[in-house]
């Protein structure tokens, strides 16, 4: 068996133990506060971020490090924590993640040396001084519905976002009380809830094999994460504990509780009608806060950051407007990267971000969240899905598109 450690001093040092089996020393140190100190260097802690690739690794610097390495929220999330994600996981093959996750609504201005430039970077340059704004009216989305959208190509249309209840821990921080409060405060909003938004909760940990099933064929079930994105930054705790699924009679509008996010809020349909989807998005979203408002909780928000989310990269609207659509040839077209680009959309295999797309068949949906507004973004959607769905057109009759490739969309 090993000696106890020794406690010795040297001339002119701080006292240091010594571990009989290493002999490493280190500096017992505390802080004013009575915690005690990290013992080694920040530059002996620094993660080696050197084959990394994401938005955290490239703002990330050893003065920043050691700026913030012992701080903390005031709900205890530290630096580590932050980037834990993003320093198990180098990159992604298919798109940049931002290695980052917020434990607490604090994450974001606690740990702004770093978040920052990670927010700018992401977001296409919102700065620190810029103000997020949020439109839930409908009534001015332009087209997007079956007169304007073809139905053999535009296969289903799909809104989501996310919302966090202020007060309590984020899923990567929470603990299991907190979450279980999360659960009670949604569910017992949703419960009021009248007329086409009436509907169930399912508690993930409590369902009949036959509620599974039926789930499972709806396709609303989620499961256990097992991305290494999420696992890394700890929302896998627990699981099934305090999850589960709502949705309304109609099972086209849909409220996710303690996945990545407090909750996910989702309204889809089969078809051509992002409209539609678009108006009962907002017409269920605005019911949700109101009922949770009514029993004296409210969502995290700003006038900077807009909702604030556990993902730096759904902070603003959190939306995310995606659309099935076939384009088979447009795929293969040497442009299609730059046209998406330049209409500010991104694309996905139908089976999420991990996944490639089979029968030519793409999840198509708006590259941005923070700094448009969300009647902008699925608008953005929604005539960037006419123009790819003519430009296949063309292709089909053996007619060139370089006259259509459009311009890059600016903010106005």
């Given at each position: ?48 971020l ?133 659960e009670k ?19 993930l ?51 996710w ?5 407090h ?61 099935h ?73 053996g ?14």
């Open positions: 068996m090993g000696s106890k450690p020794s406690t010795q001093s040297q001339p002119n040092s701080s006292p240091v133990t010594v571990t009989s089996q290493t002999g490493y020393a280190v500096k017992n140190e505390k802080m004013s506060n009575g915690a005690e100190k990290n013992r080694f260097r920040p530059d002996e802690d620094y993660p080696d050197s084959k990394h690739n994401n938005h955290m690794a490239h703002s990330m610097t050893k003065e920043i490090y050691a700026k913030l390495r012992d701080v903390k929220t005031p709900g205890g999330f530290t630096l580590d924590q932050v980037i834990q994600t993003g320093v198990d996981n180098p990159g992604h093959p298919y798109i940049m993640t931002v290695g980052a996750v917020a434990g607490d609504e604090e994450t974001y201005d606690v740990f702004a040396d770093l978040l920052d430039p990670v927010i700018e970077s992401r977001h296409n340059g919102f700065k620190k001084s810029d103000k997020h704004k949020t439109d839930l009216d409908s009534s001015k989305l332009k087209g997007g519905d079956e007169s304007d959208w073809d139905s053999n190509y535009v296969l289903s249309s799909r809104v989501r976002t996310g919302r966090s209840v202020r007060g309590l821990s984020l899923p990567p921080k929470c603990t299991r009380s907190e979450r279980r409060c999360v405060i949604v569910t017992e909003g949703l419960a009021t809830l009248k007329g086409q938004f009436a509907g169930k909760y399912y508690p940990s409590k369902m009949t094999d036959e509620e599974q099933e039926q789930l499972i064929a709806d396709h609303f079930l989620f499961d256990k994460p097992i991305s290494p994105l999420l696992l890394a930054s700890g929302m896998a705790r627990d699981w099934p504990d305090a999850r589960g699924i709502w949705h309304n009679e109609a099972k086209n509008f849909l409220v509780v303690n996945e990545e996010d909750i996910r809020v989702i309204s889809m349909e089969k078809g051509a009608n992002m409209r539609g989807v678009f108006q009962r998005f907002c017409d269920g979203l605005k019911s949700v806060e109101t009922a949770i408002k009514a029993n004296g909780n409210e969502f995290m928000w700003n006038e900077h950051l807009g909702f604030v989310l556990t993902c730096p990269s759904n902070l603003g609207t959190g939306l995310r407007a995606g659309v659509v076939k384009l088979p040839l447009l795929s293969k077209h040497d442009k299609f990267g730059q046209v998406l680009k330049n209409l500010r959309l991104q694309k996905r295999g139908t089976g999420g971000v991990d996944t490639a797309s089979e029968g030519g068949i793409f999840d198509i949906s708006n590259a941005d969240r923070l700094g448009w507004s969300e009647v902008e973004l699925v608008q953005i959607v929604v005539d960037g899905v006419r123009l790819l769905v003519n430009m296949e057109k063309k292709l089909e009759k007619e060139g598109i370089d006259d259509m490739i459009p311009a890059p969309i600016t903010k106005a």
